[in-house]
């Protein structure tokens, strides 16, 4: 594929890519051990978190495995023939957007984390421990790995700037980024209404109990009725 223009190998392996992230693991796993459809169970979500849910740590682990190995293998195809940086990127975002819209699946696919860490690495191994680092302080910082993986994706981009990847890819993994955003719109969401609700919470229970000294104590509302 060396004769190949970089729009048509971009065409070529983003296709490839986007067929290889719709074969999604966790759909055909689940159906096969349990003969039911994943996404009516628990949270609906067709990826490894959920079949977790489903069938144990081992179910985790297989799915997570098999999402991480086609996001690699999408991303290794362009690196073999030693395609442009930027189709390695358009593989990546190809094979993380199948896994989100499985067109087989009625486009109700995963969230994209684990096929983006298989993707990742293949396409920018540097930048891929710079991410490995960010996951790892994210983890350590608020003792939560779930985290972990959404914080390297939101770090994706201003460490690719940083690191002077070329511009093309960069703007593949930009795109990248905000597939997986848009995937976990829904947990984002919830996450800041907690907080909010938190915030909130906090403000009332700081304004019904003053700190100052000699405060008589927290003020409860008035009863009514």
């Given amino acids: ?7 048509v190998q971009a065409f070529a392996f983003g296709t490839s890519g986007y067929a290889v992230g719709a074969l999604s693991a ?12 994943i996404r009516a169970l628990h949270s609906g979500n067709a990826g490894a978190t959920n079949a977790g849910r489903v069938l144990g740590r081992r179910g985790f682990v297989l799915v997570f495995a098999l999402d991480c190995l086609k996001g690699a293998v999408a991303v290794w195809l362009p690196r073999l023939v030693e395609a442009p940086p930027e189709v390695c990127g358009v593989a990546a975002l190809m094979v993380v957007a199948g896994h989100v819209w499985p067109p087989q ?3 109700r696919g995963g969230k994209g ?31 939560r790995p779930h985290l972990a993986g959404l914080a390297a994706v939101v770090a994706l981009v201003p460490v690719a700037r940083r690191l002077g990847l070329p511009g093309g890819l960069t703007a593949t993994l930009v ?36 700190r100052s000294k000699g405060s008589p104590g927290c003020r409860r509302p008035a009863a009514t009725g």
């Avoid at 594929?1 to 729009?7: C, D, K, V």
């Avoid at 298989?118 to 396409?123: E, L, Q, S, Y």
């Fill in 1 to 7: 594929m060396f004769h190949l223009s970089p729009a």
């Fill in 113 to 143: 984390i684990a096929t983006a860490i298989g993707a990742v690495p293949v396409a920018t191994p540097w930048l891929a421990l710079h991410l490995l680092l960010v996951a790892a302080a994210t983890v350590l910082a608020t003792r």
């Fill in 175 to 210: 795109a990248l980024v905000l597939v997986i955003l848009w995937a976990h719109r829904r947990d984002l969401s919830a996450a800041l209404r907690v907080r909010r609700d938190a915030a909130t919470t906090a403000a009332t229970t700081a304004a019904n109990c003053p």
């Fill in 105 to 107: 699946l009625h486009f």
């Fill in 26 to 37: 966790a759909y055909y796993v689940v159906r096969a051990a349990r003969g039911t459809d």
